[in-house]
């Protein structure tokens, strides 16, 4: 079940982040709108509406909650980079996936969203400088975040939940 839930490992950093990573972190941003888009390539509704693992949301649902977590995440940069350790507000994913929009929307608003949402993000990334990438946020739950920090946890978060669908697709002979 743990591969099912986390099918590239958790997102784990320790030392410092090199300007190599960070590189490497952002073309991983700027890449997801086309790997999500492959990812769920040709499915149909029937697909679309499987869970990816027992209890786990459906392949619409991952899509959804991808472009919400972005979305959240470019905001909280934009907080980061011009205020004083802002604290930021947390959301219910799980609530939010669970809305009219996360489960029955049509896919392509949230794909159209994510590529726009990441050229523009990705724009802001490469722009920052070396002191910027130091800024924080206050998240709730977790307490002080890096940019830097949380750019590796958003290149591993758009790489887990497209993992999620092509494990699913592999799984199924899809």
């Given at each position: 079940m743990e591969t099912l839930r986390f099918p590239i490992g958790r997102f784990e950093w320790n030392g410092d982040i090199t300007p190599e990573q960070r590189q490497l972190w952002i073309e991983d941003i700027e890449r997801l709108p086309t790997q999500l888009r492959e990812a769920v390539s040709g499915l149909s509704e029937e697909q679309l509406n499987e869970s990816y693992r027992p209890g786990g949301w459906t392949v619409r649902?991952?899509?959804?909650?991808v472009a919400d977590s972005h979305m959240n995440s470019l905001i909280r940069f934009?907080?980061?980079?011009?205020?004083?350790?802002?604290?930021?507000?947390?959301?219910?994913?799980?609530?939010?996936?669970?809305?009219?929009?996360?489960?029955?929307?049509?896919?392509?608003?949230?794909?159209?969203?994510?590529?726009?949402?990441h050229e523009r993000w990705g724009h802001l990334l490469r722009?920052?400088?070396?002191?910027?990438?130091?800024?924080?946020?206050i998240h709730p739950d977790s307490g002080v975040v890096r940019l830097d920090v949380n750019l590796g946890i958003y290149s591993w978060h758009g790489r887990h939940h497209t993992a999620h669908i092509t494990q699913l697709r592999r799984r199924n002979g899809w």
């Open positions: 649902q991952v899509v959804h909650h934009k907080l980061a980079l011009t205020e004083q350790q802002p604290t930021i507000k947390p959301y219910d994913e799980g609530a939010w996936a669970e809305l009219t929009d996360s489960r029955e929307a049509p896919i392509e608003t949230s794909l159209v969203l994510l590529d726009q949402l722009a920052l400088n070396p002191e910027q990438w130091e800024r924080v946020f």
